[in-house]
């Protein structure tokens, strides 16, 4: 029996990571405290999971010609990920985001834009198989929702990430379209929060609820991480809540895009999206606390997980 393949799609960049004692307010200053460089972007942090738990993963993006797209690519090869279906374009020098993080795990995240263009060749080549699965973010108004809808007609799992400032910059519109064009769509607390000051209502349970009832992916799953707060979902017609991890968290960096990658290895497999739903909180709360990079470590901490129906879509 073939073993799916999980393609993730996305812009890959160089995460230029910033430690700090305490993230610095406007006119202030802070000392740092450690810098490195690492490979970053969703899709490789999606894929580097997934390839940690010994899955097949391929990553497609495009990169520039230099040395800094060169080290991105044998970063990915290093970790197992495939790299056929990234693009090397001459003249394009590849993208790089600065990272501050402080001592508490919190993060202030500094993006170097793509040009439309560019983004826009994501994933065009991407044949997935039927059984396989694709995830992606809102990288562009077009071009993802292709991919997603092409996953989907070729009969794989289609997943969208979408995040702020993507939404931003593409339009909630684009956003929705995105989300029917998957089987599942996760979003966060930052839109979430940007969703309920458009409408003046607190970002609470009640605006999870309505943000994930708004969204409509054709599979009808949607999922809102609520950081520490834990995860509302919803299923169809069903509504379930999920707390997080008690953990004291190191690094918050790629935690959703963790629980997206256990979520999806999850659903691959075959497991109920309940109980996949606790896989994607256990691999996020394992990776916040900095422990856990083994499959059957995530599957041990899924199981003490709760996943609890809001009964009727009333809330408490």
């Not at 991105?72 to 197992?80: F, K, N, P, V």
């Not at 007609?153 to 989300?179: K, M, T």
């Not at 000051?197 to 309505?210: C, F, G, K």
């Not at 109920?272 to 995530?298: I, K, Q, T």
Request: include cysteine.
């Amino acid at each position: 029996m073939r073993r799916p393949e999980f393609h993730c799609i996305g812009p890959v960049v160089l995460d230029r990571m910033i430690r700090v004692d305490r993230i610095p307010g406007p006119d202030d200053k802070a000392f740092v405290s450690a810098k490195y460089d690492t490979a970053g972007g969703p899709a490789r942090n999606v894929a580097f999971a997934l390839a940690g738990w010994g899955e097949r993963v391929t990553v497609a993006s495009v990169v520039g010609d230099d040395a800094i797209g060169q080290r991105l690519l044998d970063r990915l090869s290093e970790a197992g990920v495939g790299t056929d279906a990234i693009e090397r374009l001459p003249d394009l020098e590849t993208a790089s985001c600065t990272i501050i993080v402080d001592e508490t795990g919190e993060r202030a995240i500094l993006i170097d834009p793509i040009d439309d263009a560019v983004l826009a060749r994501i994933g065009s080549g991407l044949r997935p198989a039927a059984g396989d699965a694709v995830l992606a973010n809102l990288f562009h108004d077009h071009a993802a929702i292709d991919a997603l809808a092409g996953a989907r007609a070729a009969g794989a799992l289609a997943f969208v990430d979408l995040e702020w400032p993507e939404i931003g910059r593409w339009g909630w519109a684009a956003a929705r379209r995105a989300a029917a064009a998957a089987d599942v769509a996760v979003t966060n607390r930052q839109v979430l929060k940007a969703f309920a000051e458009e409408r003046d209502i607190a970002p609470d349970d009640e605006a999870a609820a309505t943000l994930a009832r708004q969204l409509r992916p054709a599979g009808g799953r949607v999922c809102v991480t609520l950081g520490a707060d834990g995860v509302l979902a919803r299923d169809g017609d069903r509504l379930l809540r999920l707390a997080a991890m008690p953990v004291t968290p190191k690094n918050t960096t790629g935690a959703g895009d963790r629980f997206l990658a256990g979520l999806a290895r999850a659903l691959a497999a075959g497991i109920s999206f309940d109980r996949s739903l606790a896989h994607g909180v256990a691999a996020a709360g394992l990776h916040l606390a900095g422990s856990g990079d083994g499959w059957a470590e995530v599957e041990r901490a899924a199981a003490t997980v709760d996943v609890r129906p809001l009964s009727a879509g009333v809330l408490p």
